[in-house]
């Protein structure tokens, strides 16, 4: 699962925007980018404000995959993975109640 850094390239490729150009306005190694496009590594929580506004992205929708893929970094290899998303998400909606 990678679906933040398939995001970022898509819209980055469509902008016709080479990796060099979008890492320094990210103030990123290049190499740092291009493993987070390709899934390898997660960004920083910091650069999906600056991601949303140079794509024109929804920041919550952004922020959404962003933790998604990694939650999955984290439970991909577990097998009781499943047990425990379903384990936070009643959790978490015990505390949206309150």
């Not at 150009?21 to 980018?33: E, G």
């Not at 291009?34 to 992205?57: M, P, W, Y």
Request: aromatic share 6%.
């Amino acid at each position: 699962m990678n679906k933040f850094g398939d995001l970022i390239r898509t819209k980055r490729e469509e902008q016709e925007m080479l990796l060099r150009h979008l890492s320094a306005q990210l103030d990123m190694d290049t190499a740092m980018l291009s493993k987070i496009e390709r899934g390898e590594k997660t960004a920083r929580k910091e650069h999906i404000k600056q991601l949303s506004k140079i794509f024109n992205l929804d920041y919550n929708e952004l922020i959404s995959l962003w933790l998604a893929d990694k939650i999955h970094l984290i439970i991909k290899d577990e097998k009781n993975g499943l047990q425990a998303l379903e384990i936070v998400e009643k959790e978490y909606k015990n505390i949206s109640k309150k």
